[in-house]
C-alpha cells in the first residue's frame, strides 16, 4: 500500500530531486529547456521552497511506493478563507499509470477539508498544451477560464484555470 506524508523542510532536498525529475519530463515537448531550466529555478531552489513552506503556507504532501521509494508530491497552498490553490502534482514518469496522480489529488482534497471542513475552491493553473487537462477533467474539475500569465525573463505559463467545489 502506498503511503503519503506531510513534507517537513528536511524533505526539500527530496523534492527538489523528484522536480528535477517530473517537471522536465512534463514540459520538454511544450516549453523550451531554458524556459523549465528558468521555471526550476523560480520554484523549486531551496530558497524558493523554504519560502514556500515558511511564508507562504504551502503543504507538500509525498508519495512513497510500498518499496518506500518515493514517486511523487503535490503542494496545496491556501489563497483565502474559502479558497485553495493545488499548486504543483507531479508523479515521477515510471510510475505514471498507476493512479498514483489519482492519489495525491485524493490527498490533496483530504488535506484542504481537514483545514475548511465547508464547500470551498480549489483551482488550479495547467498548461493549455499539457495532458493533464484530461486527467483532471476526470476528477471533476472544469476549465473556468484560461490566461498568459508573465512569469518573468520574458516566458510565459498560458494556462487554463480549472476548479471544483470540494
Given amino acids: 500500500m502506498n503511503k503519503i506524508r506531510k513534507a517537513t523542510m528536511a524533505d526539500i532536498p527530496l523534492i527538489r530531486q523528484l522536480a528535477g525529475v517530473a517537471f ?25 521552497l523554504t519560502r514556500q513552506m515558511t511564508e507562504e503556507h504551502h503543504t507538500y504532501l509525498l508519495l512513497y511506493t510500498p518499496e518506500n521509494e518515493a514517486a511523487g508530491y503535490v503542494s496545496i497552498q491556501p489563497i483565502a478563507d474559502d479558497e485553495y ?30 483545514l475548511h471542513p465547508a464547500p470551498c475552491r480549489l483551482f488550479l493553473h495547467v498548461n493549455r498544451h499539457n495532458k493533464a487537462r484530461a486527467f483532471y477533467e476526470h476528477l ?10 508573465e512569469i518573468g525573463h520574458g516566458y510565459y505559463m498560458n494556462d487554463y484555470i480549472m476548479e471544483k467545489t470540494v
Fill in 140 to 149: 471533476g474539475m472544469h476549465v473556468a477560464s484560461q490566461g498568459d500569465y
Fill in 85 to 114: 490553490e493545488l499548486q504543483k502534482i507531479y508523479v515521477l514518469p515510471r510510475f505514471q499509470g498507476q493512479h498514483l496522480g489519482r492519489e495525491l489529488f485524493e490527498a490533496a482534497v483530504a488535506h484542504v477539508k481537514e
Fill in 24 to 48: 522536465p519530463a512534463t514540459y520538454k515537448s511544450i516549453i523550451t529547456a531554458e524556459q523549465i531550466d528558468y521555471m526550476m529555478d523560480m520554484m523549486y531552489s531551496t530558497t524558493s
